[in-house]
């Protein structure tokens, strides 16, 4: 029995054919794929497509990418470019060679990663994380500063020696991350973590040193940038040199173009510091002299102004001693006066001696008597109510008699209190009554027409 088949029990492909079902299978095999190469070969005829070759260290492909594709490029392919292409596995039949056909191409590694900083930029720009108002105030002088970098790297020697010269007194805590790689985010977001949950610094700075946009990628972490815009811990970024910026550097509350500028905006100059704390104890000690002479100039003044309760009524007891001692001369005088007249009229009596003579005389000195005695009371009476007038008039300005019709003197400071506008709460009174002295603190003070309720 003979096993071998005879063409005619076999189906006979044309080439063509074969190419069609091989074409077929292909694409029905492979949907839309991603392939990451490099360009070469790159071929433009006058139709305007492209045909090129995709290639890695180990193998190679055809690639054609269609006019009506390749006018869509943001870029411009070259021979040794890394590209990462959207494609359909095909083969081209009339070679019966195997290729791609290419929808659409973008630039590999750093191209890609640009387009996705600025996507991931834009969409937490939309989401307010970079905000201006979100951002939370440096201290002015750290009790500690954290750094967040590489433990061996030149970031971190730079940012100790500038504390080091600028403010040796503010310790520093390191947080050691990666700052570089797949584990750079995770390390970075730990210490950043680890520092706010100690709370034992005051300023963090995340720092590392320039590099390409790859190898600052670990700082374009979208989560990395939101624990950075969270962080209770006031966050200096100072990653890569002043050209370069990460989302870590927009999101922190300030951004240093480099990890020595961070230093320097981290800690006050203590030097400066104390060249301009001298100028300041000085324009303090000018001022506070000054407002001591003044106010001791004003109380001088204010000193003399007032009279003390006391000298005014030795002034009053003063005037009214000196009234009685003219009301006494007035009275000594006058009754001088009358034992003159009465001693001339004895006198006349005595020269013409006649009983009748001196019988008139003596009815005409009892006339004069009686005459005299009432002038005479009548002028004590109103010398003793002026007297009594002037004492009244004398007790009614006396503070004393005001601190008896239920008025009090207020003093703050040992000075007359006219105005509520002087005092403050927490001011000490002293009161004098009429009977002694009370001392108070102010607990409220309201202005006249409020409601004292």
């Given amino acids: ?58 193998a190679e492909v055809k690639a054609a990418m269609f006019r ?13 470019m890394q590209v990462l292409v959207r494609a359909r596995v095909t083969l081209y039949i009339p070679r019966g060679s195997f290729q791609l056909v290419i929808e659409h191409m973008e630039e590999a590694g750093e191209g890609r990663l640009r387009r996705e900083f600025e996507a991931l930029r834009a969409k937490l720009q939309q989401e307010g994380l970079f905000a201006t108002e979100r951002k939370k105030p440096l201290p002015a002088m750290p009790r500690q500063i954290g750094v967040i970098t590489s433990a061996s790297g030149a970031a971190i020697r730079d940012i100790l020696q500038v504390l080091a010269r600028r403010c040796p007194q503010v310790p520093v805590l390191i947080y050691p991350a990666a700052v570089q790689g797949r584990e750079a985010p995770a390390q970075l977001r730990a210490a950043l973590t680890l520092a706010n949950a100690r709370d034992d610094c005051d300023l963090l700075i995340l720092a590392r040193g320039g590099g390409s946009l790859e190898d600052l990628q670990a700082f374009n972490d979208e989560q990395l940038v939101r624990d950075v815009a969270a ?9 890569g040199h002043e050209s370069d910026i990460s989302l870590a550097d927009l999101a922190a509350d300030l951004r240093a173009p480099t990890p020595s500028a961070a230093a320097e905006q981290a800690a006050p100059d203590t ?117 009594h007038q002037l004492g009244q008039r004398l007790h009614t300005a006396s503070p004393l008699a005001t601190l008896e019709r239920g008025y009090s003197i207020t003093l703050a400071d040992d000075a007359v209190v006219t105005s509520v506008e002087r005092l403050e709460p927490g001011t000490l009174l002293r009161t004098r009554l009429a009977d002694g002295e009370l001392e108070s603190r102010v607990t409220q003070v309201l202005p006249a027409g409020e409601d004292n309720d």
Avoid: C
Avoid at 290 to 318: C, D, I, K
């Fill in 1 to 58: 029995m003979n096993d071998a088949s005879t063409p005619t029990q076999q189906r006979i492909y044309s080439v063509s054919h074969l190419n069609l079902e091989a074409q077929g299978l292909l694409e029905g095999g492979f949907p839309l794929i991603w392939v990451e190469a490099e360009l070469s070969n790159l071929a433009r005829p006058a139709s305007g497509h492209l045909y090129l070759t995709l290639k890695d260290d180990r």
């Fill in 68 to 80: 009506n594709r390749n006018r869509l490029l943001r870029f411009e392919p070259r021979n040794g």
């Fill in 231 to 239: 962080s209770r811990i006031p966050v200096i970024s100072a990653v």
């Fill in 271 to 387: 030097g400066l510091l104390a060249e301009r704390l001298a100028v300041a104890r000085r324009r303090l000690a000018r001022r506070m002299d000054q407002a001591l002479a003044e106010n001791r100039q004003r109380l001088e003044t204010l000193t003399r102004r007032l009279v003390h309760p006391e000298r005014a009524l030795q002034q009053y007891a003063q005037r009214l001693d000196e009234l009685a001692a003219r009301l006494q001369r007035q009275w000594t005088h006058q009754m001088r006066m009358h034992r003159q007249h009465l001693g001339q009229l004895e006198r006349r009596l005595v020269a013409r001696n006649p009983a009748a003579l001196l019988a008139t005389h003596r009815r005409h000195l009892q006339g004069l008597e009686k005459r005299l005695a009432p002038p005479v009371r009548r002028q004590l009476a109103e010398h003793r109510r002026s007297l």
